[in-house]
Nanobody, 125 residues
Framework: QVQLVESGGGLVQAGGSLRLSCAAS????????MGWFRQAPGKDREFVAA????????YYADSVKGRFTISRDNAKNTVYLQMNNLKPEDTAVYYC??????????????????WGQGTQVTVSS
């Protein structure tokens, strides 16, 4: 049984930083691409960042490029999302996800087979 458990969310002032963690069990994260998505109230779930399983190449939404960094620790089977210079518009529930086998389009939520329960990030102005 695959489980993804996010942590690290919270309340932070604009300009601050948070690091989200996603601990995986039942699946080796380096064998699958991993992604982060977010959903704000009244909005659709949107892609934030992803890391490809094989070569570790990373992808980012334009809105977070240069501020967020996705990484993974294979020994801990954990994926991270370092978020710097946070803005009020980053406020959302953040979800990590693990892809289906052999998927290539990492920005599409349909690519992912397993999801965590989400962690709330609130950025105050």
């Amino acid at each position: 049984q695959v489980q993804l458990v996010e942590s690290g969310g919270g309340l932070v002032q604009a300009g601050g930083s948070l690091r989200l963690s996603c601990a995986a069990s039942g699946r080796t994260i380096s064998d699958y691409s991993m992604g982060w998505f977010r959903q704000a109230p009244g909005k659709d779930r949107e892609f934030v960042a992803a890391i490809r399983w094989s070569i570790g190449y990373t992808y980012y939404a334009d809105s977070v490029k240069g501020r967020f960094t996705i990484s993974r620790d294979n020994a801990k089977n954990t994926v991270y999302l370092q978020m710097n210079n946070l803005k009020p518009e980053d406020t959302a529930v953040y979800y990590c996800a693990s892809s289906r086998p052999s998927q290539t389009v990492l920005t599409d939520w349909g690519t992912y087979a397993y999801w965590g329960q989400g962690t709330q990030v609130t950025v105050s102005s």
